[in-house]
């Protein structure tokens, strides 16, 4: 079944601690070549049928008003999946 | 005067919001978040909790719960809305008020008896305030960091929609310090601490009078209630 796939990530100026808990991690992994670390959200949206322009358009209108908090957030992809998201390619 | 008080999934303070308003003089009529009814109530409370698990975002899933159009409506026509802690995180994510609720700055839940000071009382939930009075309300949240653009901010400054504000400490991070705000009409309030865990002698925060004695939270409720009675 294809799936769009949907991106979010925190604004860059807001604190990310689940980002900042896991660049504490790295350091204490002596990774620190890592400087920073942010997490954001994928969504995966499965649809019936083909992937089409009206269906990214919906997509995108659900990014904005349901996934994302664009006061907080920033969608950053909304599309199909890409190919090194795909489990079996990698 | 009948003042609704929405059960959500997740919510916890509701029967605490209830009991406010009984305290306050009003009827308490719980409402579902499931039903298209506002069965006749003259005002709401959102109250506390942490609304389905606070999954996607503290507040967003419930933001679009069947009930909330009603209560948009309603809003925008003037009906007087109180959101508690999560009820304010669900007024944001309805854009019923500007700006955002993030994680406290620190990473930390907190929980506290927290001194405000009240710098608008002309709103449906602060006029039984007085000008710059001093309160203390109890706060317990790990997402209540007020953030809105400088814009927002300036506008709500500027046009006096911060209605309470945190003194002494900020607990998570707020811009401004601030801990609660208004729409432009003043019908709307929401704010991060909870007045109804402060409505009734021997179950609110210590004061110096005694212990658990403050009972500051009750006058959001007489607030709303005599206005409307008022306005009857």
Redesign the interface.
């Known amino acids: 079944m294809p799936i769009i796939v949907v991106e979010v990530m925190p604004k860059a100026e ?2 990310d ?1 689940q980002g ?2 896991v660049a504490g991690a790295l350091v204490r992994l002596d990774k620190s070549e890592f400087s920073a670390v942010r997490i954001g959200k994928r969504f995966e949206l499965t649809v019936e049928g083909p992937i089409t322009d009206e269906l990214l358009a919906e997509a995108r209108e659900i990014a904005n008003d ?2 994302a ?1 664009t ?2 957030e920033d969608v950053i992809y909304v599309g199909e999946a890409r190919p090194a998201d795909d489990a079996q390619g990698a | 005067m009948r003042v609704g008080v929405i059960t959500f999934p997740g919510s916890l303070d509701d029967r605490d919001a209830q009991r406010a308003v009984k305290l306050g003089g009003g009827e308490p009529v719980a409402l579902w978040h499931g039903d298209h009814d506002l069965k006749n109530v003259d005002a709401i409370v959102l109250p506390g909790g942490f609304s389905y698990g606070d999954y996607l975002r503290a507040g967003a899933i419930a933001a679009h719960s069947p009930i909330m159009s009603e209560v948009i409506t309603a809003a925008n026509a003037g009906m007087p809305v109180l959101g508690i802690c999560n009820g304010f995180q669900i007024l944001v994510e309805s854009h019923l008020l500007p700006g955002g609720l993030v994680r406290n700055d620190h990473g930390d839940f907190v929980c506290r008896d927290q001194k405000l000071r009240v710098e608008n009382v002309d709103t449906a939930w602060s006029n039984g305030f007085k000008e710059d009075e001093e309160i203390i309300i109890p706060l317990k949240n790990g997402e209540g960091g007020y953030i809105a653009d400088q814009n927002t901010l300036d506008r709500l400054e500027g046009e006096g929609q911060v209605v309470f504000r945190y003194l002494e400490v900020n607990p998570n991070g707020s811009a401004n310090d601030i801990a609660g705000i208004s729409n432009a009409r003043g019908n709307v309030v929401g704010l991060m601490p909870h007045p109804e865990h402060a409505t009734e002698p021997g179950f609110g925060p210590d004061t110096r009078a005694a212990m658990r004695s403050g009972t500051d939270g009750l006058t959001f409720f007489t607030s709303a209630i005599s206005s409307l009675m008022a306005n009857a």
């Open positions: 807001i604190l601690p900042k808990a349901l996934l908090n006061v907080i």
